[in-house]
């Protein structure tokens, strides 16, 4: 797992660098219609998709969980609030959301367990102006459905640092 996010990593700043000369041909990616895969780091490490929509964006995660040891699936769509950029005056897009999703693991094991959350991300992201790569910060507090030998309902968060790459 170690060796593939590394790998990934390693393809998405190669193919970031040669856009990085393309001067004004590319101006952020945070606009309409516009779709970013890459690695979310955190208590679900995976693959992360982005779609944006102007002000609103649909994500989604599919990795391992290192709480738990468990295989996890989120998505939400996410709103935003705020250009934090334009606030501090800096460069690039730096988008504030705050969003509900839900989210479904499993457990495989002696017993096997599985359970749902709904979430609400809150994630800060910066896109650079010039090439297409945004990272950003994500935490989402929830709800937490546990379906084992009887319904136990629990708080649950997620929280994770990625970097995702805008085709």
């Avoid at 393809?11 to 952020?28: I, P, T």
């Avoid at 738990?68 to 705020?82: M, P, Q, R, S």
């Avoid at 988008?95 to 709904?118: I, R």
């Amino acid at each position: 797992m170690k060796k593939t996010l590394a790998i990934l990593l390693v393809v998405m700043l190669s193919v970031s660098a040669l856009y990085a000369g393309l001067g004004d041909s590319y101006k952020g990616a945070s606009k309409k219609e516009a779709l970013a895969v890459g690695i979310n780091l955190g208590t679900n490490n995976g693959v992360a998709v982005n779609y944006g929509l102007g002000k609103f964006d649909l994500e989604g995660i599919l990795g391992f969980g290192i709480l738990n040891g468990t295989l996890d699936a989120e998505a939400a769509a996410n709103y935003k609030i705020l250009d934090l950029a334009k606030e501090l005056k800096i460069d690039g897009t730096m988008p504030l959301t705050v969003g509900f999703g839900g989210g479904l693991w499993a457990k495989f094991g002696q017993p096997f367990q599985m359970g749902l959350n709904a979430l609400v991300p809150v994630k800060v992201s910066y896109t650079f102006e010039d090439f297409p790569v945004n990272l950003y910060i994500r935490v989402a507090p929830g709800l937490g459905i546990q379906l084992v030998d009887s319904v136990k309902l629990s708080f649950a968060i997620q929280g994770s640092l990625g970097a995702t790459y805008n085709f």
